[in-house]
């Protein structure tokens, strides 16, 4: 396989962000960052994308209050949410594990998951570790719910959850998860014995699409140097882009 | 203008934090004042309310490591890149630190309530996330202009203190805090402004075209010390990038009881309170 | 960026506004797109509701007068120091326009809802005011925080098109309002904005630490128009003052209906059309 | 009498507004922003002015709702309203007369009026005509009542009313005006003739007193150049400070 698992990760997400006017991103996700990047100039620079703390794409002169404000204006078409735990109803816990508030293990916290996961029409949930421990039947704390009864305002929610082994799209109406395929060298049964939460599957699951070589040149050439901006360490590791010295002292 | 509206030092400006306060700080990166920080746990308050604009790091893991915080109100406290806080995850086991977990759009929200003298602001989102169940204070009603419309309002929050670091301020008491534009907000809601700059400027900030969009004006601001790279680790908006390094050093030294305890030696009393 | 982001002249960008669109404007001063008014009057468009930020002038008073407008909204409409605003009295005595008169809060806080994605924001003040008998749109509640506490709600207000004029954009899009900040709410709270500019400028005024705390990022900005002096007779914030001489002809001109038309005739049509 | 009328306003004013901490002003207020400049002049600095649309003297950078917001979060001592009509109960009409919506005679609007006039402790009202026509029973439209029922969240209302002849304070707990002085030249039959609501009155009716050589010195010096910037034609007229050249076209 030519294409190493973060290219393959990056270049289906990018599949997934077709037809977005504005994909927002935060500031500690590469692989969604450099897929947003190459969804854009796929998109021949007509989709805008934010990366939440990066002074090069970030358009926001409002304070951090902006991004929701803008969110809830509808004008995010698609952004990412990961999750410690994420249950089989796309519920995502940021919060920790066991009995709140004290928890054995805490994470960081919500931060805007509560609001973003109703507002923002396509949500993409990205978690690597494909486990028991981070896929779960139920998670301990609901920072942000996967569905909401009928007459609660949501014109966003869950779209589709990828992780290293394979890609799942969420059902809104059965408020389930649907495999859509596996990556190249895994398996269904794999994703199922590591999978905490049931979930639906077509009769014959398809293989994920590997990247077909323009696609790859563009993301390791044009790609990898505007990736650099907001994640150099992401570039110099992955695409071997050379980081520019970052020093400071007291 | 008052002639007491620069301090003479840090330790000075600090000395106006009372213990119990509600104390208002921005998120890293957006005029975290680290200095002003260090001086206050050289200081002996403590029993704080921690109100994170709308998350913290090391800033709040050093007052709660340090014992100083019995609420921590926010979004999100982490290192970011460099990992979860560890001083917030032993006080969090230990039960140490009351919780009130929020979402950045509720923290912006109630603020922004204080800042218009209304009751409460009304949210979208939130209805089914478990921060609802553990938030009493937010409640839920019909909208009024809806039909079976359920919405959350967040209570008006007025900080007894906001404090955060700056670039510029003037002699009148304007502030320029440019793109961190929540300080303008922490300010305008807070009882209290207290604010360290990286320098004073000899001309009126608010007279300058280019600098008075970006610059909170000397009403809202209590009294000002003056910090350079005040900020430090952290970084400062459009002036210096986070120090990395020094950020790395506290993540592994913070790991344990031991090592927190050895950089509070280190790096904010000893040698450094005599710096700084 | 669209290749069509600036539009070749005033006239190109206006021809954007439909019949019976909500537009909204800010108050004198503060951005008013008087070059953009007037290609907007040399063209067909009517049945306006004119919602002013929180106030108009000369702008309101020759659309009103030219009978474009079929509903003001509106905490003033006054020609400030040269008098009250004639067209839109004698409109408003002949019945040719609905009123919604409103307090200047109110207009901030319905734009603030929708620029939060908000069905309404609460408001203190007003209840007893005549203002809420002739508002049915707005709604008094019970305070859910209080007890026995009277608030009234202002719904969301999300304009069809905010017109304004500002000093510089660059060609991202980005718009430099400077102070005035209504502008950029404006923005955020409606579906299409057109900005009028004084001057393109060549460089990125998002990435100008003293620009991009004044600037409108281009996300919320459909479509720019260059127009030297296009407030005028109006000023601009920190550019220059309003045309004192020419708002006294106005005035004098607007009191009577045949000398409103001889100056639309004079200043709208007719030789100023050419050169605009 | 030494003193114009103007400065005897002026003067008045200034006293009212003593004690307070931050006073804010219209741009087309010239008696009560000179009033203010003295006050603060007075102050030692140490109150605050601002002028609506002044450059020099406005303090705001986030729009035009800052003054509002300001306003609501008790920062703002002092502020004046004007009325086509004032009536007894202290409500204020700034949109016209006759029956709404079709008034025939139609002013400007309501301003900032129905909310400032709850907000900010210390409103004085200014008309300088004082007349049947100005000072009414019963207004025609209330912008802004001058009282409300205990329940409703009023920090703020009517503190006084000055008009070219006479001094009024507001009795809250009554909602009625009281007399407290007439200007001197001016007599209390004389206003009550000219008043259109009925008002109470101590036995004996003290005249307004006059400006002190001191104070007089003070406006028509320092002063007078102060109130040159937000009011330059008011300035010359009154205390012949040349007006700076304004010029512009298109």
Known sequence: MDASTEELLIVTIARLLHGCRHVAVGALSPIPGSAALLARRQSGGRMRVSVLGSRQWSPWSNGGVELFDCAGQGRMDAFFLSGGQIDGQANVNLVGVGDYPTQQVRWSGSFGSAYLYFVVPKVILFREEHSRRTLVEKVDFISAPGSSPANVYRPGGPYALITSRCLFHFDKHRARFRLTSVHPGHEVAEVRDNTGFDFDLPEAVPVTAEPDPGTLALLRGEIAGQVADPYPQFAERLFGVPAAGRAAAP | MDAALIAGSVQELVAAIPDGALLCVPRDGSGVAMAATRALLRGGVGNLHLLAVPSSGIQADLLIGAGRVAVVEAAGITLGEYGLAPAFNRAVRGARVRLLD????????????????????????????????????????????????????????????????????????????????????????????????????????????????????????????????????????????????????YARAAASEEGFARYLEEQVHGRRAAAE
């Not at chain 2, 979402?103 to 922004?112: E, K, R």
Request: glycine share 8%; aromatic share 6%; proline share 9%.
């Open chain 2, 102 to 249: 929020a979402t950045c759009p509720a923290i912006h929200a109630s603020l922004q309530a204080a800042e218009k003298g209304l009751p409460f602001m009304p949210l979208r989102g939130l209805i089914g996330s478990d921060l609802v169940r553990h938030r009493p204070d937010w409640r839920q009603i019909d909208n009024p202009f809806g039909q079976d419309d359920p919405i959350v309002l967040l209570p008006a929050c007025r900080p007894d203190i906001s404090l955060f670091h700056a670039a510029l301020a003037d002699r009148q008491g304007n502030v320029w805090v440019g793109r961190d534009r929540e300080c303008m907000t922490m300010a305008h809601a807070a009882k209290t402004t207290l604010v360290t700059v990286e320098e004073i400027v000899e001309f009126d900030l608010m007279a300058d075209a280019r600098y008075a969009p970006g610059t909170l004006p000397g009403l809202y601001v209590e009294r000002i010390a003056v910090a350079s790279r005040g900020a430090w680790p952290l970084g400062l908006t459009d002036r210096y990038p986070p120090d990395g390094e020094h950020l790395r050093l």
